[in-house]
């Protein structure tokens, strides 16, 4: 038997002893008489007998065996019995699924997304319904045609829309009378309790005990007690559930403000156990919002300060040593700064960690296109075959470290080497990178940055690199042409072969594949 097992053991005898010995009584909720049942603890240990009060803490079981009673903590019953008696007796929600709806998703320029239902259009805006209201999205800010999902319907309409919009939809079946309209009714009144409308889910559950007394009798009389216990706390479920209703907008400040007001605004509230669960499950949503959010957040800066330096900087030597150094801190920062809007205490550390614990996503691609010359022939046909080296450092070794920086000043002193011949006239107009650079348009150069970026920085995943041939010389870097001679002396005809002066001898286009 080990600790815990010994723990739960001495804990069930000390309560199986000692109420035993005074024979109090008991105020029950729901008597059940002599009705002998079999209760199963959690020590593997069984009792016969009856229960004959029970409350959310605690519940009071007479033996059969010694005619004694036991106050048994909920805790030390076998999880499904507890789960079983805890759902009869009402004091767990039957059913905590939340309604869900279909919903537009939109995402903008700068991504953002709102959801919500479309009611019409205009020629600059799409109105979509909230819950908070109406919102006109501009079509101009638009980043793709927009996507269906399903959501939370407490996070497109309010409460008692949803309500009205259930009771029109199943006006003839709350008509009818004995089974048929009890079911109908404690159908309805589930539906409510899912929408937090206690007071019309005490309503319903009302009558369908009504119209028949013995449909579903044990599920509907803790279905009562639950709902008239929450009903008559109304104002504390409405806090509980517009936490929930910020969780689903995931406006975490809010949430977490409204959570931690709600043990000092209510100290004796009997929702304890609702508020906890709240809390945990908007801890839950917290950190998952966060995983996803650093994934999307990191690929949206990569791409957008890529695209900056290339629409910014005309100098080729300026955007490497850009996308060397200031790139990769930079976006840490807009990183960081975008999810302490999910959690304002979040460090860079943390964001950095949460980055790096990311699992699998989709792949993507970056070029360096027709400047994949400006690499130099070693590095843009240089294989990539990191994953297979026996001999590269532990990840977040020093070592590793060192590798990184000693790569990083390999690539500097290359730029400055061919910044150096392009400056000295060594090189033709046509091989000097800065004139390329100036004179490339600017999507291919945001392309080149992300693609070198991406392969150098060391914060993505390189599934591997592609190679496809130069379109001019069909993969030779070379190309032949047919001189034909003429009148300038010492001229001759015949072919000749000469560089390509597309690819500038590399014979292919670099592409990596990451995530």
């Known amino acids: 038997m080990n600790l815990p097992q010994l723990f739960v053991r001495l804990l069930t005898l000390a309560a199986l002893a000692l109420p035993t010995l005074a024979q109090a009584p008991v105020e029950a909720v729901h008597d059940h008489g002599d009705q002998t049942i079999m209760l199963r603890l959690r020590s593997g240990q069984i009792l016969w007998g009856s229960i004959v009060a029970h409350d959310p803490e605690t519940l009071e079981f007479h033996r059969l065996e010694n005619g ?52 019409g259009r205009t020629d ?29 319907a407490l996070d497109i309409f309010t409460k008692e829309e949803l309500y009205q919009n259930r009771v029109f939809e199943q006006q003839s079946n709350l008509n009818r009378s004995g089974t048929s309209g009890a079911r109908a009714h404690y159908e309805m009144a589930q539906y409510c309790e899912r929408l937090f409308d206690f007071a019309h889910a005490l309503y319903h559950y009302k009558i369908a005990d009504k119209l028949d007394p013995t449909f579903n009798t044990d599920m509907v009389r803790g279905a009562l007690a639950r709902t008239e216990l929450k009903a008559a706390n109304q104002e504390q479920v409405d806090h509980l559930a517009e936490i929930d209703l910020w969780r689903a907008r995931k406006q975490y400040q809010k949430a977490l403000a409204l959570v931690q007001s709600f043990p000092s605004t209510y ?46 900087v005309d100098s080729y030597e300026s955007a490497t040593a850009l996308a060397d150094e200031g790139l990769g801190e930079e976006l840490l920062q807009n990183v960081h700064a975008d999810l302490a809007k999910i959690a304002p205490e979040i460090t860079i550390d943390e964001v950095r960690k949460l ?30 075959e990191k994953e297979d080296d026996a001999d590269a450092p532990a990840k977040g070794s020093a ?28 090189t033709s107009e046509a091989d000097d990178p800065e004139v390329f650079w100036k004179n490339w348009k600017v999507a291919n150069r945001a392309q080149w940055i992300l693609a070198y ?20 010389c069909g993969g030779t870097g070379t190309r032949e042409i047919i001189f034909t001679g003429g009148a300038i002396t010492g001229s001759t005809s015949g072919l000749q072969i000469v560089p390509c002066p597309t690819c500038h001898t590399v014979a292919v286009v670099r592409r990596v594949r990451y995530r």
């Open 68 to 119: 004694g009673h036991v106050s048994l903590p909920w805790g030390l019953l076998d999880p499904d019995e507890e789960n079983e008696l805890r759902l009869r007796f009402g004091y767990v929600d039957a059913v905590v699924e939340e309604v869900m709806t279909k919903a537009d998703r939109f995402v903008l320029d700068d991504g953002t997304e709102i959801i919500g239902v479309v009611l």
């Open 124 to 152: 600059d805006f799409i109105n979509v319904k909230r819950a908070s209201g109406m919102q006109p999205v501009p079509k101009r800010r638009l980043a793709g045609s927009p996507t269906m999902v399903q959501v939370p």
């Open 267 to 312: 100290p004796d509230s009997p929702l304890m156990e609702d508020w906890n669960k709240m809390r945990e499950r908007l801890g839950r949503a917290q950190e998952a919002d966060l995983r996803d959010q650093v994934v999307k957040r990191w690929h949206y800066w990569a791409n957008a300060l890529a695209k900056r330096i290339a629409r910014e």
């Open 355 to 384: 980055w790096d614990e990311r699992k699998g996503g989709r792949f993507r691609q970056a070029s360096y296109g027709l400047g994949t010359w400006l690499l130099g022939k070693d590095r843009a046909r240089a294989e990539l």
């Open 399 to 426: 070592a590793e470290a060192r590798q990184k920086y000693e790569e990083r000043l390999k690539r500097y002193f290359e730029n400055q080497t061919i910044a150096r011949k392009a400056a000295s006239g060594q």
């Open 453 to 472: 970026y991406v392969e150098n920085s060391g914060d993505f995943s390189v599934e591997r690199v592609r190679f496809s041939n130069c379109r001019e």
